[in-house]
């Protein structure tokens, strides 16, 4: 019997492999191919190319140790009697026959030169005749002659769209929360989707505990103690990494976004329990929170000179200078804080109270004194926990699906975070039943849900539709677009954009999930009044992260949170900020 080539691939049951052959490219469809060759039993060798190895450990973790997405550096050579060890084990676990078994078990050897394919027998350039010849062949059939009329002449997205799937997304649901957050916000031209997403969240809750039908928490508030807080964080870790290349991976990407307006749920739980929470009415939006483009450009050239001073200082031969530091940082902070209270207003201090006069639903004028804090507090109280039917804010935690890395682990990212000392960023990673099962088992209890999406993606703002459907390029330009979920997070094709709310879903007649309704923070000019619709399918390929309460989803999935998280690196997707 001859191979000519093995791979090592995940079954639709995580838990077992398949030997596949192939007698085509060593990288076929989703197979990655470890070596070549197999051939004539009994005495076999199979060659494991290193920088194969990698590539599996980061799709199959359960066999082989973490080294964490993105990392495919080469494996030392103290590992390679481990990995062989580990290889060696996972084929023993193969059902296959007995002189394969045996082959398998005992012919393993290791070739650290990964394979080379030499470019020097094809034509690399581009070809003109090539492409007058496709040219040609192109405008021959007369579909693509008027898909070029109509195509370059009008947005490409118009012509192409699926008018049968705009009719079907419809804003029916059959689960849905009693109270919905009102009015629709708008983040205008600023990248605080996230803050807009979790204070909608929170806002509900406090609409019931203290009866208004129209209520807004300050975004703004947020936002300003998130500058400072990234500010220090960025500035602390240019000094911890002050040793390192400038340009080195990891500080060039520190450097390119020393503060940008993103962030995750771990990051708003911090902001909130150091700074609390106040209505709108008490720190409105400035023109540039609703337009960050010059701050943001402003406060990161800042930052980037004061990183370079840190770290001078940081690597100085003289005590003294290296002494200075914590007073320099400090003079750079305030010089941050100077700008953004100029450019956002100075804000409500934590620790002072405020007063805040409204009317209920009733019409009955109410008065309200306590700080922020306090504010913040109430959700957690048993007033606030009896409005949000049992859920304390403060216990919520992402669950997230990220195809290339095993399900149920913890996942962090290094140096991903704001407030330094404060909660780790961190994902408990499961398959898309477990987050849709968690995400309705919370709209029943009546709350909406936190979500991250790359919203971008085969969706239309203008009538709030997020559908894979939405879109016929085969008709337009005659390709297909097939990437799996993996492939675009591997290729970058894909991330987390986008962070919106959750507040109903229409169940099928098989008990499965249709479509789910969302709010959006895009202002009610956008979609249905401000409302968007998203289809099972779309989820599915493009919503990576929910946000749950702990009763909502099993005892495995809550006891992941107990594991040593896998690092992955800062300029993995999942570092990516909504």
Known sequence: MTLSYVSITCTPSPSTLDILTSRQHQRRNNHLAIGATLS??????????????????RQIHYLFYDMGAGQSKQVAASAVGREKGEIAQCMSKLSVAGKMQEALETYVCVDEDPPTYSSSKRNTTLSISET?????ELLADPKNRLALSALSSHSPTTIIANHAAEIADTQVFNIRIPLEGAPITN?????????????????????KLYNVKS????????????????????????????????DGRLVQRLMSS??????????????????????KELYPDTYNAKSSSFLGKLVTTKLREDALVLRKMATSFDPSVRASIGDTKKKFLQEIHSILTILLGPPPSPEEKFTWEYYDANGKFCKLSMTPLEFASSLSSREGLRA????????????VNDPRNSYERLLTVDRLGNVVGGQPVTYVNVDMNTIKAGAIAMLKAGIPVFFGSDVGKYSNSASGIMDTALYDYSLGFNVNLGMSKAERLQTGESSMTHAMVLTAVHIGDDGKPLRWRVENSWGDAKGDKGWFVMTDKWMDEFVYQVVVDPRFVSQGVRDVLKQAPLTLPLWDPMGALA
């Not at 031209?189 to 929170?202: D, E, I, K, P």
């Open 215 to 246: 209520f807004e928490l300050s975004q703004a508030y947020p936002f300003f103690w998130d500058k400072m807080e990234k500010a220090n964080w960025f500035l602390e870790n240019a000094i911890d990494t002050a040793s390192e290349a400038l």
């Open 132 to 136: 007058k010849h496709w040219e040609k």
């Open 187 to 207: 983040q205008h031209s600023s990248g605080r989707c996230w803050l807009f997403a979790s204070t909608n969240v929170f806002r509900v809750a406090l609409m």
């Open 258 to 279: 020393p503060m940008s307006d993103g962030g995750q749920w771990d990051m708003v739980t911090n902001l909130v329990g150091k700074y609390g929470l106040v209505p």
């Open 40 to 57: 004539h039993l009994p005495t076999p060798d199979i060659i494991l190319h290193l920088h194969n190895c990698a590539q599996i450990r």
């Open 388 to 399: 949000c039917k049992g859920t304390d804010v403060n216990e919520l935690f992402s669950l």
